[in-house]
């Protein structure tokens, strides 16, 4: 199914020239109607010396606030207008400011949402909290790298593929692209002793999936002999020249995640090329 409604989270400029960079070409060739999110936090009364709410510092706050989620508005409005494809922009506030937690809703009603991968060197509120969409949104994310190209069109897919719930829904919900791509490949770590009883774990079962809708697929297997899952995918996309790597999200829980780290956490951080995540 093609992507008809695309949400782009904006959480400040240098993520919104990058998630529309991707974004408006998307559009332009599935004909989408593009929804830009940008949340602004809501002032936080601080009180005076006299203990009365600091009003000048709350319509100071407010103004710069306003001022720069109008920025994004307007360069929003330029760059998607220009391009001809149809759109709206929400503005919203909260406490936490965060573009992407604020994006839930409008993301849930999208076929795919796209949004600048954490830049490690930014500012903590200059970047979008993905973990939570990805976690809560229910519909599939498309993580721009913080550096290098943000392409729209990807010749070469990785699927990272572990016979999960997670990775299978990332796969068809990829596959608008997948067959666009000039190849795809089925990337299977520490595959089972026994491909041919295990058809689902070793790949070969998407993979025929896949290919009777048209995909150029090839099924590839390494094992990681104590090495991390992480380290693998990132040598695996260097190595082949993937421009876009296809992941099942969170297939672990959650918390864990949180407290341990995981494969999704490292990619939301440092994958260096575009990441298509569902969960």
Known sequence: MPFKTIVAIIQSKDD?????????????????????????????????????????????????????????????????????????????????????????????????????????????????????????????????PHDGPAQSNYGRIIIAWNGSREAARAAFDALPLILEAKHTEVFVIDPPEDAEEDADASGAEIAAALARHGANVTVASEESKRRSVDDILQERVAATGADLLVLGAYSHSWLRQLLFGGVTRTVLQSMPVATFMSR
């Open 16 to 144: 919104a020239e990058r998630v529309l960079d991707c974004a408006i070409p998307f559009a332009a060739r599935f004909e989408s109607h593009v929804i830009g999110v940008h949340a602004e936090a809501l002032p936080v009364a601080y009180t005076s010396a006299v203990g009365f709410p600091d009003t000048e510092f709350l319509q100071a706050t407010a103004e710069v606030n306003k001022e720069r989620a109008d920025l994004l508005e307007a360069l929003f409005r330029s760059r998607v207008t220009e391009s001809g494809q149809s759109f709206e922009w929400r503005s919203l506030e909260s406490f936490s400011g965060d573009s992407a937690h604020c994006g839930i809703s409008s993301a849930r009603c999208a076929d795919l949402v796209i949004a600048a991968q954490r830049d490690p060197h930014a500012d903590s509120t200059a970047t979008a909290d993905v973990d939570a969409l990805l976690y809560e949104s229910g519909r599939p994310v498309l993580v721009v």
